[in-house]
């Protein structure tokens, strides 16, 4: 590529990530240590100051446990620099499973709202308060409105927000509709795998999808956390690290092409 397509490119870029971000000025990231990644998201790393959506597929978008540890995984390093608050409907967030994952649970509030309005409404007040860093919600659902008062509320001290999607158990999943978010993240739990020449299970792994990336691009990845429930490498997330790792030899990788079903005759 010449030097004056490859700026050409690179203007045009520029241009796009403005725009996506309404002419608002470059915000400060949360790395994720893998270049994989990193180089997927704008400016390095998942941005700060913005609201991202998790998703579960299946059964998760009722029960939101790989959902829920993935955010837990992904705001821990947050939850260090300040109050984390966590807002949710069902009473059924289980503390010592996150002081497993290595989220700082002294530093956690928890917030149970009577219906969906007030836990929107919950969010935005814990996100304009003083030395809060992170806010999680438990929704049904953020429609364009609600996300732009999301977005404006962490604009207001640089919090970082977290809308975690369940539905009802048993209630119909509300047909998803365009989205606000800085990032969209889908999220199932996957198979993990024992250290080289032991049994039994392994550090919990996920299936992450990031469906949506605002001034970035999507992929699909196999994460890990190697530290949590005393894994061996749990000092590391004490020093700031983040503790999501990505499964090299996996993530990023192309699906094989479906094949047909055989049918013995």
């Known amino acids: 590529m010449s ?4 700026k050409a490119l690179d203007a045009l870029r520029a241009e796009i990530a403005a725009l996506e971000t309404g002419g608002r000025s470059a915000t400060a990231v949360l790395p994720f240590g893998a270049p994989e990644v990193d180089a997927l998201l704008p400016g390095g790393g998942l941005p700060l100051g913005r609201w991202h959506e998790i998703v579960g597929p299946g059964l ?6 790989a959902p829920a540890a993935f955010t837990a995984l992904m ?3 947050l939850a260090r620099r300040g109050e984390t608050v ?3 409907r069902r009473d059924d967030l289980f ?7 290595g989220f700082p649970t002294e530093r956690l509030i928890q917030v149970c709202a009577r219906d969906e309005a007030e836990t929107l409404s919950v969010m935005e007040d814990a996100l304009s308060a003083v030395g809060v860093a992170a806010v999680v919600g438990e929704v049904e659902d953020v429609d364009l409105t609600a996300g732009r008062r999301l977005q404006l509320a962490c604009e207001r001290r640089g919090a970082t927000c977290f809308a975690l999607r369940r539905r009802p158990f048993g ?3 509300r047909r998803e509709a365009g989205s606000t978010a800085a990032t969209r993240w889908r999220v199932a739990s996957a198979p993990s795998a024992p250290p080289q020449g032991e049994f039994g299970l392994g550090a919990p792994r996920f299936e992450a999808a990031l469906e949506r990336c605002r001034g970035g691009r999507t992929g699909a990845f196999l994460f890990e956390a190697p530290g949590a429930f005393g894994g061996a490498y749990s000092w590391e997330m004490k020093d700031g ?3 999501l790792r990505l ?3 996996l993530g990023d990788r192309q699906l094989a092409p479906a094949q047909p079903d055989r049918h013995a005759a």
């Open 3 to 6: 030097d004056f397509r490859g």
């Open 60 to 65: 998760e978008a009722e029960t939101g446990v």
């Open 75 to 77: 705001a821990a390093p």
């Open 86 to 88: 966590w807002v949710f």
């Open 95 to 101: 503390a010592p499973g996150l002081t497993g994952l």
């Open 171 to 173: 209630g119909t999943a």
């Open 241 to 243: 690290a983040h503790p």
């Open 247 to 249: 499964v090299a030899d």
